[in-house]
C-alpha cells in the first residue's frame, strides 16, 4: 500500500519537476547564465590533482546500493505484507477447559466415565495477543509459516502489477497529451483495470504458502464487482493524498520564494511565519493519509480477503463473517454494504496497532537512511571532499546548461 502511494507521489513530482525546470531554465537570467558557465569549467581547470577517477567512487556506489536495498526490503516487508496482516487479523481467543470428578463418586477409568457425568468444569477463556502487533513476532510467525523468504512474500505479483500499472497509466496519458491531473484519472484508471491482478497479489501475501501456479490465483471476474468500488476508492485516496499537499504548497507561495531565491542566487529567508507554512505542506499529507487513505486500503484489503477462496487460509486469523456477514454477494447494493462494514469491522485496537506498525516503518527506514549518509559521508571525506565537491558542483553545472540550451537560451 505503501508502495503504491510512493509510486503515485514520486510519479507527480517527476513531472512537477519538468515542468518546474522548463519554466526556471525559460526565465534564467543571464547573471546566473555566466555563473554557470564558469562552475562548469572548474573542474577542467583545476589540475590533475583535482581529478576523481571512477574507482574512487566505488565504495560509496556500493554503500548507496546497500541502503536503497534494506529501505526497500524495509518498507516492502512491513509497509506490504505486514500491513497487509495487520488489517485483517481478527481478535482470537484460546478456550481452556477444566474438569474434575466429584469426590463422593466411585472411581472410574475415563473410558468408563461418561460425557455427561457429575462433574465441575471450569472452562477459562484468554484473549490472545494479536500476532501483528509486534514487528517481531510478525517476523518470526512468518518465518515459521513459510521460511525466511516469507518476509518477502508476493513480491513477483507486486513487481508484475507495478510495472503493468505505471505501463498503462503513463502510455495512456502519453497518447492522450494529458496534464497533471490527466496523469491522475490515468492512474485510478489503471488502477481499476487491474484490480484483479492486485487482488492476487494481497492473496499471495496473507496466504499459506501453497504449489498453486501464479495464473490461478486470479478470482473469476464475475466474483470480483465487489472490489471496483474499494479499488476506486483507494485510487483517488492516493491521488489525493499526493496533489493536495502539492497544491497547499502552491498556494502558500513556496515554490516561488524558492524558485526567486535561487534564480537572485541566495538562501531563502525562513521567517517564523514561511516556518509555518513550510511544516503546513507534510502537516496536510499525513493528515490526509491517516484519515483518507488509511481507510481506503484497510477497506480493499479486508474485502480482497474476504473475497478468498474457502480451500485457501491466511497466516493470520481473519474472519470472514465480519465483513461479509450475511450478505449475498450477488445480490444488487451488497457491493456498498460490504464497503461499509469492512471499515467498521476493523476496531480501534486494530486502526492504532495499523497506525504504530506504519510509524515503525518510517521509523526504520530514517534510521537506516540516516546510518547509510554517515557512512557515505566517512567515504567522500576519505577519498577527498573537496575535490569531490569540486566535481559535483561543476558537473551540477554542466547539466544545468545542457538543460538550458534544450530549452533554447542563450544568455540573453
Known amino acids: ?50 581529478e576523481m577517477k571512477p574507482r574512487e567512487f566505488l565504495p560509496v556506489a556500493i554503500t548507496a546500493i546497500i541502503v536503497l536495498v534494506l529501505m526497500a526490503s524495509v518498507r516492502y516487508t512491513l509497509g506490504n505484507v505486514m500491513a497487509s496482516l495487520a488489517m485483517i487479523e481478527s481478535p482470537s481467543t484460546t478456550a481452556i477447559i477444566e474438569s474434575s470428578p466429584p469426590a463422593y463418586k466411585e472411581e472410574v477409568s475415563e473410558k468408563e466415565a461418561p460425557l455427561d457425568a457429575d462433574r465441575d468444569v471450569e472452562i477459562m477463556v484468554i484473549q490472545n495477543k494479536p500476532i501483528t502487533a509486534k514487528i517481531s513476532t510478525t517476523i518470526g510467525h512468518l518465518q515459521r509459516t513459510g521460511g525466511f523468504a516469507a518476509r518477502w512474500r508476493g513480491l513477483g505479483f507486486a513487481i508484475f502489477y507495478h510495472a503493468l500499472h505505471g505501463l498503462t497509466a503513463n502510455t495512456l496519458a502519453g497518447l492522450l497529451g494529458l496534464g497533471v491531473f490527466g496523469h491522475a484519472f490515468t492512474y485510478i484508471f489503471a488502477s481499476l483495470s487491474l484490480a484483479r491482478v492486485h487482488m492476487a497479489w494481497t492473496h499471495k501475501m496473507i496466504t499459506t504458502p501453497s504449489t498453486m501456479a501464479w495464473n490461478k490465483r486470479f478470482i473469476p471476474r464475475k466474483q470480483c464487482k465487489a472490489i471496483l468500488l474499494p479499488t476506486l476508492v483507494f485510487s483517488v485516496a492516493q491521488q489525493v493524498t499526493v496533489i493536495l499537499p502539492i497544491a497547499v504548497a502552491f498556494a502558500l507561495g513556496i515554490p516561488q520564494k524558492l524558485h526567486n531565491a535561487h534564480v537572485a542566487g541566495k538562501m531563502p529567508m525562513m521567517c517564523p511565519a514561511d516556518m509555518l507554512k513550510l511544516a503546513a505542506v507534510p502537516a496536510t499529507a499525513l493528515f490526509v493519509a491517516i484519515t483518507i487513505l488509511l481507510p481506503a486500503a484497510v477497506t480493499l484489503t479486508r474485502i480482497e480477503a474476504a473475497l478468498l477462496p474457502n480451500d485457501q487460509e ?59 549518509m554517515v557512512a557515505m559521508a566517512t567515504e567522500v571525506a576519505m577519498i577527498g571532499g573537496d575535490r569531490l565537491a569540486l566535481f559535483v558542483k561543476s558537473g551540477g553545472a554542466q547539466l544545468q546548461l545542457a538543460i538550458a540550451e534544450a530549452h533554447g537560451h542563450g544568455g540573453n
Open 1 to 50: 500500500m505503501v508502495g503504491s502511494m510512493e509510486s503515485a507521489a514520486l510519479g507527480h513530482l517527476a513531472r512537477r519537476g519538468l515542468r518546474a525546470a522548463h519554466g526556471h531554465f525559460s526565465g534564467m537570467n543571464p547573471t546566473l547564465f555566466e555563473k554557470l558557465q564558469s562552475d562548469a569549467k572548474l573542474y577542467e581547470a583545476a589540475g590533475p590533482e583535482m
Open 314 to 372: 491466511t497466516i493470520v486469523p481473519f474472519d470472514r463473517s465480519s465483513v461479509i456477514g450475511e450478505l449475498d454477494m450477488s445480490a444488487r447494493g451488497s457491493a456498498k454494504k460490504v464497503f461499509v462494514q469492512a471499515w467498521r469491522s476493523f476496531d480501534r485496537a486494530a486502526r492504532l496497532r495499523l497506525i504504530k506498525l506504519y510509524a515503525k516503518l518510517v521509523f526504520v527506514q530514517v534510521t537506516i537512511a540516516g546510518v547509510g
